[in-house]
Every structure is written in structure tokens, then in C-alpha cells.
């Protein structure tokens, strides 16, 4: 067996789980956190398995032909994960995206060689919140686009690859965790994480519960009255019906604000040295939220969604920034 691989996909999954045993000390919750580490994947995010799925899928399919462009609409993993997957296989990959993302992404997507279409933010968005009047404006534009290029549109808010992609994740979940997961929580982006997690559980254990995790404000499918889905974290969160949800996969939803989802993350930063984004820690707080009441003493499985290096020009952490620029010490050269 060769101990070398022939081409960066062959690097995507088989991450670790971690059980979050620090935070559980600093917190003091009954049972446990096992966090897939997916931030581990090659361009640092979930997202790289959808990306080789969908692609690998196409080709065999004979969607996606030799010298064919790659078109995706995305909040900003996704397009990475493609760009990365595109550059490997050889496609033109054009990626269309919101202003209202963070540049971290759209340079990524750059440096792998990927074309960036930017969409303004609808009249009303907050720069850097993506509200789901930016995700129409930006569908709309990938629509045009498609028609005009002859690309193949990935369309994963649409594509059930999406979901079918992070199946393989979830066995990894159960597998890594000896069976022992009770509980998942997942952040609700185009639903495909959650659904492929929730149906490959729930068909190893029907007992298992699954929690939809969503912005406060914006809890969709919470019944809540929607006011606005201008919050800061991204990828997700889009206040809609989305066509790769299954509302029997869900079991429950929990509301998590922008404050908390921040001072998570940090956390997990000082207290387990994940390095992750909003939606990470999000997933995170649900999951401590349920551990502190109803799901006391269980085990829960959630998603480590992508690196904090994609948001260093966020509020999350903009405060280091800030003590950075207010440190007028003269630095050491040891």
C-alpha cells in the first residue's frame, strides 16, 4: 500500500471526534460533547465532502463533461470546498457570492483558481450579515449565469448529493463514538448536513434525538415569527423552507443569539484549541442548552463546521485586533 495520495480529494474525511472534556469541566453540563472535526478536511471545512460528492456524482452521471465550467451559488465554504476540488480535477469553477460574506473566503476561492461573481447585498442587509434577500439576489444571478456560461449549476440548496455526501460522516460519528451517540444538534444551513446526519443516526439508533439549531429571530422552522434574518452567523440561518429538510428528522429546535454563538466559539478556542467559526460554537451551545436540562447525562454528537482563520475579519474576533492596534509596547525580538 503506497503512503502517499495522488490527489488532495483522497484527503477529505475520516476526521477525529473529540470529546469536548475541557469545556465540560469549565461548564459543569451532565454527559458529553463529541465534536466532529471536519474543520480538519483539506480547505478546512465540511463543505469538502458535498464538494467531491457532487462532482464525483455528476461526472458519473455525464451532467458534469470534460472542459465544462462548475458554477455554485454559496455563502462561502462551499465555494472554497469547490474551488479546492475544481482545481484538483481540472474544471473552470465560477463562484457566485454575496458582498455581504467574509473576504477570508473569497480569497481562498481566488487562490484555488476560482472565478468570483459578487452579488450587493439586497437594500435593507446589514454588510457582513447574509439575509435570505441576499441568497435570492444571489440565485438569481447563478441562474443567469448558468444560462449564459452552459456551466453545470451544483445548486446545493437543491441537490440531494448534498445530503447523500455527509452520510459517510455520520457512520464515522457513530463508529468513533462505539455507538454511543443519544442526541445531535446541528446549525441549519441548505439542511444538508442535518439531514444526512439525522437519517444515517436515527437508521442505527430510531431513539436518537436531533435537534435543528437556528439564529434567534430567525427560527424558521421553530414556528417562530420571523423577524428578521440578519444575524451574524453565517452560513445558515436563511429563515426558509428548504427543499433538503425533512421536518420528520426533526425532533426539536433550539434558538441560539449571535452573542452566544461568539462567546462559544472563543471558548472552544481557550478551553479545547478548536479554532472554529460561529456556526461551530452555535452547534455547541445547543448542545450544552440541552445537556443543562432536558437531555441531561446523554451523549451528543455535533459538527466542528470550518477554521476560524475564515472569519479573522469578523466581530469574532475583532476584540484581539483591537488590542493588538491599542498596544503601543515596543515588541521583544527574542
Known amino acids: 500500500m503506497a503512503g502517499f495520495i495522488t490527489s488532495i480529494t483522497e484527503a477529505i474525511g475520516n476526521t477525529p471526534l473529540l470529546r469536548l472534556d475541557m469545556l465540560k469541566r469549565h461548564l459543569g453540563f451532565e454527559g458529553n460533547i463529541f465534536a466532529k472535526l471536519e474543520h480538519m478536511n483539506p480547505s478546512f471545512s465540511k463543505k469538502d465532502r458535498i464538494a467531491i460528492g457532487m462532482i464525483n456524482l455528476a461526472e458519473c452521471r455525464g451532467l458534469l463533461k470534460p472542459g465544462q465550467a462548475v458554477l455554485e451559488m454559496t455563502s462561502g465554504n462551499t465555494g472554497t470546498s469547490v474551488a479546492m476540488v475544481c482545481s484538483a480535477k481540472g474544471y473552470r469553477f465560477i463562484c457566485v457570492l454575496s458582498r455581504g460574506n467574509s473576504p477570508e473566503r473569497a480569497r481562498m476561492i481566488e487562490s484555488f483558481g476560482g ?82 446526519y439525522s ?14 439549531v437556528e439564529p434567534l429571530g430567525s427560527a424558521y422552522y421553530k414556528g417562530e415569527v420571523v423577524e428578521g434574518s440578519s444575524h451574524k452567523i453565517q452560513g445558515g440561518g436563511y429563515a426558509k423552507s428548504l427543499e433538503l429538510i425533512d421536518r420528520r428528522l426533526i425532533d426539536g429546535c433550539i434558538t441560539v443569539t449571535d452573542d452566544e454563538a461568539e462567546e462559544m466559539t472563543r471558548l472552544l478556542a481557550k478551553k479545547e484549541g478548536i479554532f472554529a467559526g460561529f456556526s461551530s460554537g452555535a452547534n455547541i451551545v445547543a448542545a450544552v442548552k440541552q445537556l443543562q436540562t432536558s437531555d441531561a447525562g446523554k451523549n451528543f454528537g455535533i459538527v466542528i463546521n470550518d477554521v476560524g482563520l475564515k472569519y479573522m475579519s469578523t466581530s469574532l474576533f475583532d476584540r484581539y485586533v483591537a488590542k493588538q492596534e491599542g498596544n503601543n509596547a515596543e515588541t521583544c525580538v527574542c
Open 199 to 212: 437519517r444515517t443516526l436515527k437508521a442505527l439508533n430510531p431513539h436518537i434525538r436531533c435537534y435543528a
Open 115 to 196: 472565478e468570483i461573481v459578487y452579488v450587493d447585498q439586497a437594500p435593507n442587509s446589514i454588510p457582513g450579515k447574509v439575509s435570505r434577500e441576499d441568497i435570492k439576489l444571489v440565485e438569481v444571478e447563478a441562474e443567469r449565469l448558468t444560462k449564459e456560461t452552459g456551466a453545470l449549476f451544483l445548486n446545493q440548496f437543491k441537490n440531494f448529493d448534498n445530503a447523500q455526501a455527509q452520510e459517510p460522516a455520520a457512520r464515522e460519528m457513530w463508529e468513533q463514538s462505539g455507538g454511543q451517540i443519544h442526541a445531535f444538534a446541528d446549525f441549519i444551513g441548505t439542511g444538508g448536513t442535518y439531514t444526512g
